[in-house]
T-cell receptor, first 111, second 115 residues
Framework: KQEVTQIPAALSVPEGENLVLNCSFTDSAIYNLQWFRQDPGKGLTSLLLIQSSQREQTSGRLNASLDKSSGRSTLYIAASQPGDSATYLCAVNEGAQKLVFGQGTRLTINP | GAVVSQHPSRVICKSGTSVKIECRSLDFQATTMFWYRQFPKQSLMLMATSNEGSKATYEQGVEKDKFLINHASLTLSTLTVTSAHPEDSSFYIC???????????FGPGTRLTVT
Protein backbone atom coordinates (compact mmCIF):
# COMPACT_ATOMS: atom_id res chain seq x y z
CA LYS A 1 0.00 0.00 0.00
CA GLN A 2 1.36 3.39 -1.02
CA GLU A 3 2.28 5.69 1.84
CA VAL A 4 3.22 9.33 1.43
CA THR A 5 5.14 11.17 4.13
CA GLN A 6 5.88 14.86 4.35
CA ILE A 7 8.61 16.36 6.47
CA PRO A 8 8.53 18.63 8.34
CA ALA A 9 4.95 18.72 9.59
CA ALA A 10 5.31 22.42 10.29
CA LEU A 11 7.85 25.05 9.35
CA SER A 12 8.22 28.69 10.33
CA VAL A 13 10.78 30.92 8.61
CA PRO A 14 11.41 34.64 8.20
CA GLU A 15 10.34 36.37 5.04
CA GLY A 16 12.84 36.26 2.20
CA GLU A 17 14.34 32.88 2.99
CA ASN A 18 14.56 30.05 0.51
CA LEU A 19 13.09 26.80 1.80
CA VAL A 20 12.58 23.17 0.89
CA LEU A 21 9.63 20.94 1.67
CA ASN A 22 10.10 17.19 1.46
CA CYS A 23 7.82 14.41 0.32
CA SER A 24 8.61 10.70 0.24
CA PHE A 25 6.59 7.77 -1.05
CA THR A 26 7.01 4.05 -0.55
CA ASP A 27 6.08 2.66 -3.97
CA SER A 28 7.99 4.12 -6.91
CA ALA A 29 5.47 2.87 -9.47
CA ILE A 30 3.70 6.19 -9.81
CA TYR A 31 2.06 7.91 -12.75
CA ASN A 32 2.77 11.45 -11.59
CA LEU A 33 3.21 13.55 -8.46
CA GLN A 34 1.41 16.76 -7.67
CA TRP A 35 2.06 19.55 -5.18
CA PHE A 36 -0.88 21.50 -3.81
CA ARG A 37 -1.43 24.48 -1.58
CA GLN A 38 -4.35 24.63 0.87
CA ASP A 39 -5.34 27.74 2.78
CA PRO A 40 -7.30 27.28 6.04
CA GLY A 41 -10.86 26.16 5.39
CA LYS A 42 -10.35 26.20 1.63
CA GLY A 43 -9.93 23.73 -1.18
CA LEU A 44 -6.69 22.80 -2.89
CA THR A 45 -4.79 24.81 -5.46
CA SER A 46 -2.57 22.83 -7.78
CA LEU A 47 0.95 24.21 -7.85
CA LEU A 48 3.00 21.80 -9.91
CA LEU A 49 2.54 18.42 -11.53
CA ILE A 50 5.52 16.24 -12.41
CA GLN A 51 5.05 13.29 -14.72
CA SER A 52 6.90 10.10 -13.76
CA SER A 53 9.28 10.60 -16.70
CA GLN A 54 10.22 14.11 -15.60
CA ARG A 55 12.81 15.24 -13.07
CA GLU A 56 11.51 18.68 -12.23
CA GLN A 57 8.98 21.39 -12.93
CA THR A 58 9.18 25.11 -12.32
CA SER A 59 6.56 27.80 -11.89
CA GLY A 60 7.68 31.25 -10.81
CA ARG A 61 9.39 30.99 -7.43
CA LEU A 62 8.47 27.33 -7.10
CA ASN A 63 10.53 24.38 -8.24
CA ALA A 64 9.55 20.77 -7.70
CA SER A 65 11.87 17.85 -8.24
CA LEU A 66 11.15 14.16 -8.50
CA ASP A 67 13.47 11.21 -7.90
CA LYS A 68 11.20 8.29 -8.55
CA SER A 69 13.80 5.60 -7.87
CA SER A 70 14.41 6.85 -4.35
CA GLY A 71 10.78 7.75 -3.77
CA ARG A 72 11.36 11.43 -3.09
CA SER A 73 10.14 14.81 -4.19
CA THR A 74 11.04 18.27 -2.98
CA LEU A 75 9.29 21.59 -3.34
CA TYR A 76 11.67 24.54 -3.34
CA ILE A 77 10.26 27.99 -2.61
CA ALA A 78 12.55 30.90 -3.36
CA ALA A 79 12.41 34.27 -1.65
CA SER A 80 9.47 33.33 0.57
CA GLN A 81 6.71 35.85 1.24
CA PRO A 82 4.04 36.05 3.95
CA GLY A 83 1.47 35.20 1.28
CA ASP A 84 3.14 31.82 0.89
CA SER A 85 1.86 30.82 4.33
CA ALA A 86 -0.40 27.81 3.86
CA THR A 87 -0.40 24.04 4.13
CA TYR A 88 1.45 22.33 1.30
CA LEU A 89 0.36 18.85 0.28
CA CYS A 90 2.03 16.41 -2.04
CA ALA A 91 0.11 13.60 -3.66
CA VAL A 92 1.14 10.69 -5.83
CA ASN A 93 -0.98 9.37 -8.64
CA GLU A 94 -0.72 5.61 -8.75
CA GLY A 95 -2.66 5.30 -11.93
CA ALA A 96 -6.42 5.03 -12.32
CA GLN A 97 -6.18 8.71 -11.37
CA LYS A 98 -6.18 7.93 -7.64
CA LEU A 99 -4.22 10.36 -5.54
CA VAL A 100 -2.59 9.36 -2.27
CA PHE A 101 -1.88 12.41 -0.13
CA GLY A 102 0.74 13.15 2.44
CA GLN A 103 -0.23 14.76 5.73
CA GLY A 104 1.03 18.15 4.60
CA THR A 105 3.53 20.72 5.80
CA ARG A 106 2.08 23.76 7.52
CA LEU A 107 4.25 26.69 6.43
CA THR A 108 4.36 30.05 8.17
CA ILE A 109 6.35 32.94 6.71
CA ASN A 110 7.01 35.63 9.29
CA PRO A 111 7.19 39.25 8.10
CA GLY B 1 -9.32 27.67 -16.99
CA ALA B 2 -10.03 24.45 -15.06
CA VAL B 3 -12.34 25.87 -12.41
CA VAL B 4 -14.30 23.56 -10.15
CA SER B 5 -17.09 24.85 -7.94
CA GLN B 6 -18.95 23.30 -5.03
CA HIS B 7 -22.29 24.19 -3.55
CA PRO B 8 -23.02 24.83 -0.80
CA SER B 9 -19.80 26.04 0.81
CA ARG B 10 -21.23 25.44 4.29
CA VAL B 11 -24.21 23.49 5.51
CA ILE B 12 -25.59 22.69 8.93
CA CYS B 13 -28.18 19.98 9.24
CA LYS B 14 -29.87 17.95 11.95
CA SER B 15 -29.16 14.30 12.62
CA GLY B 16 -31.20 12.00 10.45
CA THR B 17 -31.60 14.37 7.54
CA SER B 18 -29.95 14.10 4.13
CA VAL B 19 -27.67 16.67 2.55
CA LYS B 20 -26.72 17.05 -1.11
CA ILE B 21 -23.44 18.61 -2.21
CA GLU B 22 -22.86 19.60 -5.84
CA CYS B 23 -19.56 19.63 -7.68
CA ARG B 24 -19.32 21.34 -11.07
CA SER B 25 -16.54 21.79 -13.57
CA LEU B 26 -17.26 25.26 -14.90
CA ASP B 27 -15.13 25.60 -17.99
CA PHE B 28 -14.24 22.07 -19.01
CA GLN B 29 -15.71 18.63 -19.35
CA ALA B 30 -14.43 16.35 -16.63
CA THR B 31 -13.52 12.81 -17.53
CA THR B 32 -13.68 11.78 -13.94
CA MET B 33 -14.69 13.36 -10.65
CA PHE B 34 -13.53 12.41 -7.20
CA TRP B 35 -14.90 12.94 -3.72
CA TYR B 36 -12.61 13.38 -0.74
CA ARG B 37 -13.14 13.85 2.95
CA GLN B 38 -10.85 15.82 5.22
CA PHE B 39 -10.88 15.87 9.01
CA PRO B 40 -9.40 18.84 10.89
CA LYS B 41 -5.64 19.10 10.47
CA GLN B 42 -5.57 15.86 8.54
CA SER B 43 -4.99 15.08 4.92
CA LEU B 44 -7.52 14.18 2.28
CA MET B 45 -8.97 10.70 2.11
CA LEU B 46 -10.45 9.53 -1.17
CA MET B 47 -14.04 8.38 -0.76
CA ALA B 48 -15.06 7.50 -4.29
CA THR B 49 -14.34 7.90 -7.98
CA SER B 50 -17.14 8.93 -10.28
CA ASN B 51 -17.46 8.67 -14.05
CA GLU B 52 -20.31 10.18 -16.00
CA GLY B 53 -23.10 7.74 -16.66
CA SER B 54 -21.70 4.90 -14.57
CA LYS B 55 -21.77 3.83 -10.96
CA ALA B 56 -19.23 5.32 -8.62
CA THR B 57 -16.34 3.24 -7.34
CA TYR B 58 -16.08 3.50 -3.57
CA GLU B 59 -12.93 3.11 -1.52
CA GLN B 60 -12.73 0.42 1.10
CA GLY B 61 -14.56 1.37 4.25
CA VAL B 62 -16.83 3.95 2.63
CA GLU B 63 -20.51 3.09 2.88
CA LYS B 64 -22.01 3.46 -0.58
CA ASP B 65 -25.56 3.45 0.77
CA LYS B 66 -24.73 6.34 3.05
CA PHE B 67 -22.73 8.43 0.61
CA LEU B 68 -24.71 8.42 -2.62
CA ILE B 69 -22.90 9.70 -5.66
CA ASN B 70 -24.59 10.67 -8.89
CA HIS B 71 -22.64 11.78 -11.92
CA ALA B 72 -25.35 13.17 -14.17
CA SER B 73 -23.20 14.86 -16.79
CA LEU B 74 -19.61 15.62 -17.74
CA THR B 75 -19.76 18.78 -15.64
CA LEU B 76 -21.79 17.77 -12.58
CA SER B 77 -21.42 15.24 -9.79
CA THR B 78 -23.41 15.18 -6.56
CA LEU B 79 -22.70 13.63 -3.19
CA THR B 80 -25.67 12.99 -0.93
CA VAL B 81 -25.00 12.19 2.71
CA THR B 82 -28.04 10.21 3.79
CA SER B 83 -29.33 10.01 7.37
CA ALA B 84 -26.49 12.22 8.51
CA HIS B 85 -24.96 11.80 11.97
CA PRO B 86 -22.58 14.06 13.90
CA GLU B 87 -19.64 11.82 12.96
CA ASP B 88 -20.31 12.71 9.31
CA SER B 89 -19.35 16.29 10.09
CA SER B 90 -16.32 17.01 7.96
CA PHE B 91 -14.90 18.99 5.07
CA TYR B 92 -15.87 17.41 1.76
CA ILE B 93 -13.86 18.27 -1.34
CA CYS B 94 -14.40 17.23 -4.92
CA UNK B 95 -11.98 17.23 -7.80
CA UNK B 96 -12.17 16.75 -11.54
CA UNK B 97 -9.71 15.66 -14.16
CA UNK B 98 -9.32 16.73 -17.73
CA UNK B 99 -6.89 16.07 -20.49
CA UNK B 100 -4.18 13.52 -20.88
CA UNK B 101 -2.12 14.55 -17.88
CA UNK B 102 -4.97 13.59 -15.57
CA UNK B 103 -4.16 16.57 -13.41
CA UNK B 104 -6.82 16.99 -10.75
CA UNK B 105 -8.48 20.34 -10.15
CA PHE B 106 -10.11 20.77 -6.78
CA GLY B 107 -13.24 22.52 -5.66
CA PRO B 108 -13.28 24.93 -2.71
CA GLY B 109 -14.81 22.37 -0.38
CA THR B 110 -18.03 22.07 1.61
CA ARG B 111 -18.05 22.24 5.39
CA LEU B 112 -20.77 19.92 6.72
CA THR B 113 -21.85 20.17 10.35
CA VAL B 114 -24.41 17.71 11.66
CA THR B 115 -26.03 18.68 14.93
Amino acid sequence: KQEVTQIPAALSVPEGENLVLNCSFTDSAIYNLQWFRQDPGKGLTSLLLIQSSQREQTSGRLNASLDKSSGRSTLYIAASQPGDSATYLCAVNEGAQKLVFGQGTRLTINP
Amino acid sequence: GAVVSQHPSRVICKSGTSVKIECRSLDFQATTMFWYRQFPKQSLMLMATSNEGSKATYEQGVEKDKFLINHASLTLSTLTVTSAHPEDSSFYICSATRGQKNEQYFGPGTRLTVT
